[in-house]
């Protein structure tokens, strides 16, 4: 277990936030990358994002916390990058992509970390800030997400050996695939409680008749 969560593991996860161009390339091609360590950082993700929603400034924040469920963010968190995951790579193996599920886990937990640390960064300024200075508070979180992403970008292209313009349209086509998987699991549900339901009366029936 210590291997995944290694000093050099941790040190070079903050040397592909840094450089994410080598970073990346030098996790598909030398095994530097950590799924776990990466799985961590989502849900620290999660963590710091519910933080913020809980803790911003009431200048910047009205949110109820009442109507905030951490758990429930964390498991919307954790099913989202997983799908997300399985959907890049379904669409990369059907247009040679080089990278493996591990790598596109790796690129994609690496990616948040940015967005975390500006999202407990905002959590501090936003108790400082005045009514007119809300758009510092914007621009401070739309500046770490907006790296978060480009890191993101920048390792699917990378893992994969892709061009810009392949990996976007990769992306594009993986939001499509997110759509039918979750179609397929609605669909796929609703079929199940469809079964259930049809034993449980079968079952009603048995009790009532006995």
């Not at 300024?125 to 739309?142: M, R, T």
């Not at 390792?155 to 998987?181: E, P, S």
């Amino acid at each position: 277990m210590s291997k995944y969560f290694s000093k050099e593991k941790v040190k070079y996860m903050f040397y592909t936030i840094t450089h994410p161009m080598d970073g990346y390339y030098w996790i598909r091609h030398q095994e530097r990358g950590s799924v776990p360590l990466a799985i961590i950082m989502v849900i620290l993700f999660s963590v710091c994002f519910t933080a913020n929603r809980l803790l911003a400034g009431f200048v910047v924040n009205d949110l109820d916390p009442r109507a905030v469920d951490s758990l429930y963010e964390l498991m919307g968190v954790l099913a989202f990058y997983l799908l997300i995951c399985v959907s890049n790579w379904s669409i990369t193996c059907l247009m040679n992509g080089e990278g493996r599920l591990k790598d596109i886990a790796i690129a994609v937990g690496y990616g948040t970390v940015p967005i975390s640390m500006v999202l407990v960064l905002a959590t501090i300024v936003s108790q400082f800030v005045a009514d007119d200075e809300q758009a510092f508070y914007g621009l401070l979180l739309g500046v770490g997400i907006a790296y978060g992403i480009i890191m993101i970008l920048i390792g699917i292209m990378q893992v994969h050996n892709y061009t810009l313009g392949k990996t976007l349209l990769t992306l594009f086509l993986t939001f499509v695939a997110m759509l039918i998987i979750v179609f397929l699991l609605l669909l796929l549900g609703n079929l199940l409680g469809m079964v259930f339901n049809f034993f449980r009366s079968i079952y009603i029936e048995i009790i009532f008749r006995t």
